[in-house]
T-cell receptor
Framework: KAGVTQTPRYLIKTRGQQVTLSCSPI?????VSWYQQTPGQGLQFLFE???????NKGNFPGRFSGRQFSNSRSEMNVSTLELGDSALYLC????????????????FGPGTRLTVL | GQQVMQIPQYQHVQEGEDFTTYCNSS?????IQWYKQRPGGHPVFLIQ?????EVKKQKRLTFQFGEAKKNSSLHITATQTTDVGTYFC?????????????FGQGTRLTINP
């Protein structure tokens, strides 16, 4: 079974530009979550999508947006890039809620490393 | 504020010493998951705990879920250099007014061989 794939793996942009990152979940997974990870920092939650609907959103400015397509693939977009947006962006896919409020295991992709100059 | 707290943030041990990381939630959780991220890698699922007071073992790793389902711990006995990495807990449940999975800040483990 293929794992979670993220493209591109590396990206260099300049301040003010915008970027789109892509995530293809494991076949059958309908939930995709996005996280930002900076050196020494934990996983900062961006958003979660399930069946094309945004279910949860983290505390990031409106420059960060996302969407999910009918095939469960997801994209996140960052507009007007700032130096502080340089980070590893991870997506994770799962079957979603497991019932009783529990969550299923998250499968992470390798991440996209974004550098903003 | 942080809804799932994890301590310590960093831990350095000598190879062979034990290691423990703790995870605390302000609300009752439905489940807790643990992940490991090796340097340069991505988080990988280790285990999930669902029941109050549950204890699970994986070789030298022991995972516990508190009786009140608000805290959890991961204990590694006799650390080895292969244990190096960052360990994250993730609590699932109704947190902060929504059904979500919330990751702790992680504990970065380094080992002196």
């Amino acid at each position: 079974k293929a794992g979670v794939t993220q493209t591109p793996r590396y990206l260099i942009k300049t301040r003010g530009q915008q970027v789109t990152l892509s995530c293809s979940p494991i076949s059958g997974h309908r939930s995709v979550s996005w996280y930002q990870q900076t050196p020494g920092q934990g996983l900062q939650f961006l958003f979660e999508y399930f069946s094309e609907t945004q279910r949860n959103k983290g505390n990031f400015p409106g420059r960060f947006s996302g969407r999910q397509f009918s095939n469960s693939r997801s994209e996140m977009n960052v507009s007007t890039l700032e130096l502080g947006d340089s980070a590893l962006y991870l997506c994770a896919s799962s079957f979603g809620l497991a019932g009783g409020g529990s969550y299923n295991e998250q499968f992470f992709g390798p991440g996209t490393r974004l550098t903003v100059l | 504020g942080q809804q799932v707290m994890q301590i310590p943030q960093y831990q350095h041990v000598q190879e062979g010493e034990d290691f423990t990381t703790y995870c605390n939630s302000s609300t009752t959780l439905s489940n807790i998951q643990w992940y490991k991220q090796r340097p340069g890698g991505h988080p990988v699922f280790l285990i999930q705990l669902v029941k109050s007071g549950e204890v699970k073992k994986q070789k030298r790793l022991t995972f516990q879920f508190g009786e009140a389902k608000k805290n959890s711990s991961l204990h590694i006995t006799a650390t080895q250099t292969t244990d190096v990495g960052t360990y994250f807990c993730a609590g699932g449940g109704y947190i902060g007014g929504a059904q979500k999975l919330v990751f702790g800040q992680g504990t970065r483990l380094t080992i002196n061989p």
